[in-house]
Nanobody, 119 residues
Framework: QVRLVESGGGSVQAGNSLRLSCTAETRAFPTYTMAWFRQIPGKEREFLTAIRWSDVADSVAGRFTMSRDAKSQTFLQISNLLPEDTGTYYC?????????????????WGQGTQVTVSS
C-alpha cells in the first residue's frame, strides 16, 4: 500500500506560477512511476505528465514541469497559470514501467489539492 499526500495548492492570480508537491509514504518510492493528473469541474480526469522510475530527467509538458527526488517526493511546477487551470490536482503512482496516460493505469492516488486561478 502506498499513501500519497499532495500539497501546495491554493488561490493564485493568472500569470503566476505554482509548485505542487506530492509525498509518497513508501520505502519503495524509487521503483514507482509517478504522475500528475488534474480534474477540472465537469470534465474527466486529465493526464498532465509522468516520470518513470527509470527516468533521470524532469518531464516537461508545456507549462507543466514535473520533477522527483530520490527519496519520496514529486513536484509539479505550473507556470503562467490560467483561469482554466482551476481544478483539483492529483498525484498518482504505479509500478508499471510507464508512463501510462490513463487514470485506470495507476493503482495509487492522493486525495488531491485544489488550485484556483483568478483572472
Amino acid at each position: 500500500q502506498v499513501r500519497l499526500v499532495e500539497s501546495g495548492g491554493g488561490s493564485v492570480q493568472a500569470g503566476n506560477s505554482l509548485r505542487l508537491s506530492c509525498t509518497a509514504e513508501t520505502r519503495a518510492f524509487p521503483t514507482y512511476t509517478m504522475a500528475w493528473f488534474r480534474q477540472i469541474p465537469g470534465k474527466e480526469r486529465e493526464f498532465l505528465t509522468a516520470i518513470r522510475w527509470s527516468d533521470v530527467a524532469d518531464s516537461v509538458a508545456g507549462r507543466f514541469t514535473m520533477s522527483r527526488d530520490a527519496k519520496s517526493q514529486t513536484f509539479l511546477q505550473i507556470s503562467n497559470l490560467l483561469p482554466e487551470d482551476t481544478g483539483t490536482y492529483y498525484c498518482a503512482a504505479d509500478r508499471s514501467p510507464g508512463p501510462e496516460t490513463t487514470p485506470d493505469a495507476y493503482e495509487y492516488w492522493g486525495q488531491g489539492t485544489q488550485v484556483t486561478v483568478s483572472s
